[in-house]
């Protein structure tokens, strides 16, 4: 008897569920990586709103940002970032002293920090996106609001 050259129904049909198989994981990953790309466009949109923010208070006199922390604990003080909606931002402003020095402020630390929203995911310890450090909310227990959108530099007195 000739033997004819072809595929059996059940090679057919364990082709078939190995192509559903990987049709279906396509489609599981999809909604994910469209979440990321979503999540990496508001995230530079968010290290910008935190670059602009660094950018005005560089520019500041050193007196008037002296004047915002007048003492060594951060001051924290809130802007809403532009072109960024569901988000919140806050800069804190912390006097560093020389060693053995304290009577000449010298230095001050400028930290800006973004939180925001995207979709169900809020980026960033402050939650409720209310500029507050609400019960809960600070993870890291430093009492200072974090987040992955972090900016800081330290700003000399050249006037002294």
Do not use: C, H
Not at 45 to 62: D, G, H, P, W
Not at 76 to 93: D, I, K, M, R
């Amino acid at each position: 008897m000739k033997r004819m050259k072809g595929l059996t129904l059940v090679e057919v049909l364990v082709a078939m569920a190995i192509l559903a198989v990987v049709a279906l994981s396509m489609f599981m990953v999809y909604p994910a990586l469209f979440e990321n790309v979503t999540l990496s466009s508001e995230n530079m949109k968010a290290f910008e709103a935190a670059k602009r923010q660094m950018e005005a208070l560089v520019t500041m006199n050193y007196t008037d940002l002296y004047n915002v922390s007048y003492n060594i604990t951060p001051v924290a003080n809130n802007f809403t970032p532009q072109n960024l909606p569901n988000s919140t931002g806050v800069y804190y402003v912390k006097r560093l002293m020389y060693a053995n020095l304290t009577d000449i402020p010298d230095l001050l630390d400028l930290e800006v920090v973004v939180s925001y929203r995207v979709g169900a995911r809020t980026i960033g310890e402050d939650q409720n996106l209310n500029w507050v450090l609400d019960s809960g909310e600070d993870i890291d227990s430093n009492g200072k609001i974090n987040s992955t959108i972090k900016l800081s530099t330290l700003i000399f007195n050249q006037n002294l």
